[in-house]
């Protein structure tokens, strides 16, 4: 940006979703050897990674483990605990690792997710730790749904609640959010673990990832 001779600089601020004023200073990045610099935005790239422990491969429990679904943060702790903590050869001090005390890991832009080409089943990302249900209460009783993974259905007539047909259907085995299937690979602009919700359709699927 260029400025009048003689004027002290002023730093451009912006308003952000954590703030009702231009308070908030635009930050530039030094490009290597070249005496200018470019914006820091979400595409201008990082010197460090947002994760600084061992991105290890996780096996996605699935729903009735827990009689719900997962944040990819819990799963990422289970397995360092599990992995490291609990190893002999780090509880003995032979190997050290950083104590995982994090209560989220965020990302600079997302997370890339590669399935196992070993899987037997698709793992699904999701926005919420439980299935979408109605039906549990004593008013929709004669339409609960069964099972574990399924919340395949929608009430779309609300006069007529326990009226089979006032429900949209999706299937008995329905799973919420978007599947990848063995090998294939998944982008999610979504910076915390903690918002990310996976479950296989399968036992023992495992699920590589990466923060970026």
């Known amino acids: 940006m260029s400025k009048d001779t003689g004027v002290a600089p002023t730093f451009p601020h912006v308003a952000t979703n954590k703030n009702s004023s231009a308070s908030t200073p635009l930050r530039g990045v030094a490009n290597i050897d070249s005496p200018t610099a ?5 595409d201008t790239g ?27 943060f819990e799963v990422i702790k289970r397995h360092h605990v599990d992995t490291f903590d609990s190893d002999a050869q780090y509880q003995t001090g032979q190997l050290s690792v950083e104590s995982f005390d994090a209560t989220d890991i965020l990302a600079h832009k997302g997370f890339q997710f590669k399935a196992n080409p070993a899987n037997t089943g698709d793992i699904y990302f999701a926005t919420l730790p439980r299935p979408y249900q109605i039906g549990n209460s004593t008013t929709y009783s004669s339409n609960s749904i069964g ?37 294939e690979s998944f982008f999610v602009e979504m910076t915390r673990a903690s918002e990310i919700y996976v479950i296989p359709t399968a036992s023992n699927c495992k699920l590589h990832w990466m923060p970026v």
Not at 49 to 71: K, M, T
Not at 165 to 175: C, E, K, M
């Open 46 to 72: 990082r010197e460090v990674w947002a994760y600084d422990l061992p991105c290890i491969p996780l096996i996605v429990p699935q729903y009735a483990d827990f009689n719900r679904i997962l944040s990819l």
């Open 38 to 42: 470019r914006l820091e935005v979400t």
């Open 147 to 183: 099972g574990t993974t399924q919340g395949s259905r929608i009430l779309k007539d609300v006069s007529a609640p326990t009226n089979t047909a006032s429900y949209l259907t999706f299937g008995g085995t329905a799973y919420p959010g978007i599947p990848i299937s063995p090998s």
